[in-house]
């Protein structure tokens, strides 16, 4: 007999995408069950770079304090040409965010934080060990049956400060147990091999071509690095270093089609590999391995009350560091939505917008990757010199340096299309400009404190006017009001405005603050709940 559980919620996958997932959830009052085929959260380093935008939902999560100590912020990017010249630095420009614009992280650190605030929520039951088995859908329900393997694990790495671990392995002599999980919706964060997308039959488009790199991951390295990823287009084996904190360092190889993976990853290889740089016999391999980056992106987000999110819906190769930071997108996106739908103040037809927004961003994502990573390996001589005459060049056309210095070709969401609307009639061209992107947040005053602005908007959505005076008047669905003092001066264009933000922070619409609740009206029939702020403004 199968064990069985309903929930508003499963997520399938414990990944960063799906613990993320697991706790925005429950944290917007939802029963989540979160199902993982390992024995525990992952404890290799895979991924490395996180956003401001990354980070921005870190801090709602409340769990910044603890990852920013193991975090080197706000860092950029070193490319090194021909002969070692230096032909590029590239760093973020000014944070908009809250949080810097790219910062080094530890996976296995912020899976164990992330894991932790699951653990610790009692919407969230956690369920390793645990494969499924079959998706079948019907008309207001998924029903998702799995295997768990052996005893059921805590779920916990042991990543932070070293901890010896609370996980589980799995016990061959145990019996399997056979579960059966009813859900309302499910969101699929399993992964490049997503058993969801192959079970839905949804298909990959884009290239098959893949592209092997050696990856060698350091510990007790000494000194304190500058904040720099070096990557070396030398032209013969390019290679990236990526420095973090506490003596992490990262170093990466590209793997020539002729050699052997197993072999280029022996002691002695990695030792001839990384020498160049570095003397690794007085330091700590924390792994060495071989990994492919794939180019490809799921024909379809959604099937039915099935939600595809991270590697499950897009795979990209690593060079513009943008594949966790596109899945914790993906993690908000389908997030909100669902519990809006789920809690009747938003139309089903409000997670088809999950798919219209954050596709074509993850496929734009997908072709920067590429681009980035031919410039990056490329080994051809004359392209090669070609490539370090263009980008030295850059220098003298301002406009084109900034663009490329200043990392202006990594696009971020605009969306035009979804869960938006146009700014009204009588909104300034520039206050227009803030629709479809995530809103600044800058450090407010509020009487004599300062705040970020995150920590000033209630839960769900948010109307924030601007006022004469740099003044922001914050009001939530339940009415409540608050006043703070944009000293920064961020939102000064659109004085005189109000602003609908939703509730991944992403500005829907904008209009004269007289318009207020034409603005409200643009997208009630999408989103009925937004009525509750006539009705909180009328009590």
């Not at 900034?402 to 969401?413: I, S």
Request: charged share 20%; net charge neutral; with cysteine.
């Amino acid at each position: 007999m199968a064990e069985r559980a309903e929930v508003d919620v499963l997520v399938i996958g414990a990944g960063p995408t799906g613990l993320t997932t697991a706790n925005l959830l429950a944290d917007a009052g939802l029963s989540v069950a979160l199902i993982e085929k390992n024995s525990g959260s992952g404890d290799e380093p895979r991924a490395i770079s996180a956003t401001d935008e990354t980070l921005r939902v870190m801090q709602h999560l409340g769990i910044m304090d603890l990852l920013a100590p193991e975090m080197l912020m706000d860092t950029g990017a070193r490319y090194f040409g021909l002969g070692g010249k230096v032909i590029a630095d590239v760093r973020p420009g000014n944070p908009r965010l809250g949080q810097p614009g790219k910062s080094q992280f530890d996976q296995p650190v912020l899976e164990g934080l992330l894991y932790e605030a699951a653990a610790q929520n009692e919407k969230i039951s956690l369920h390793f060990n645990t494969a499924a088995t079959s998706i079948s859908q019907h008309d207001d329900r998924v029903r998702v049956t799995a295997t768990r393997l052996g005893e059921r694990s805590t779920g916990y790495n042991g990543a932070l400060a070293g901890d010896a671990g609370l996980h589980t392995a799995p016990d061959a002599d145990a019996p399997a147990t056979d579960l059966e999980f009813t859900a309302s919706w499910v969101i699929a964060c399993d992964g490049g091999r997503s058993f969801t997308r192959r079970e839905l039959g949804i298909g990959l488009e884009g290239s098959t071509q893949v592209e092997r790199w050696i990856v060698v991951d350091l510990l007790d390295v000494p000194g304190n690095p500058e904040p720099f990823a070096s990557f070396h287009c030398n032209g013969t084996r390019p290679a990236v270093v990526v420095p973090g904190v506490n003596g992490r360092r990262r170093y990466e190889f590209m793997l020539f089609d002729h050699e052997n993976g197993e072999a280029m990853i022996s002691t002695e290889s990695i030792t001839k590999l990384v020498a160049p740089y570095q003397d690794i016999t007085k330091v700590t391999v924390r792994r060495a391995t071989v990994y492919t980056a794939h180019q490809r992106i799921a024909d379809s987000y959604r099937s039915g009350r099935v939600l595809l999110a991270g590697d499950a819906a897009h795979l990209m190769p690593p060079f513009a560091g943008q594949g966790l930071n596109a899945g914790i997108r993906d993690a908000v996106g389908a997030s909100w939505r669902v519990a809006a739908v789920l809690k009747g103040e938003a139309d089903e037809a409000i997670i088809d917008d999950y798919a219209i927004e954050r596709r074509p961003h993850a496929a734009d994502m997908v072709k920067l990757s590429k681009r980035i990573g031919w410039v990056v390996m490329n080994t051809n001589p004359l392209i090669t010199r070609i490539r370090d005459a263009v980008v030295t060049g850059t220098r003298v056309i301002p406009t084109l340096n900034r663009w490329l210095t200043q990392m202006r070709f990594l696009k971020q969401p605009h969306y035009t299309r979804g869960t938006v609307v146009s700014a009204l009639a009588g909104v300034p061209h520039l206050a227009a400009e803030f629709v479809g992107r995530s809103l600044p947040q800058p450090d407010l005053t509020v009487g004599t404190k300062t705040q970020k602005l995150d920590e000033l908007l209630g839960r769900g959505w948010n109307l924030i006017e601007v006022a004469a005076g740099h003044r922001l008047i914050f009001t939530d669905q339940h009415g409540n009001t608050q006043i703070a003092v944009d000293s920064s001066r961020v939102f000064d264009a659109a004085t005189g405005t109000v602003l609908l933000l939703r509730p991944d922070f992403y500005v829907a619409g904008i209009a004269p603050a007289r318009e207020r609740r034409a603005l409200l009206q643009a997208l009630t029939d999408k989103v009925p709940g937004l009525g509750a702020f006539d009705a909180a403004r009328k009590h």
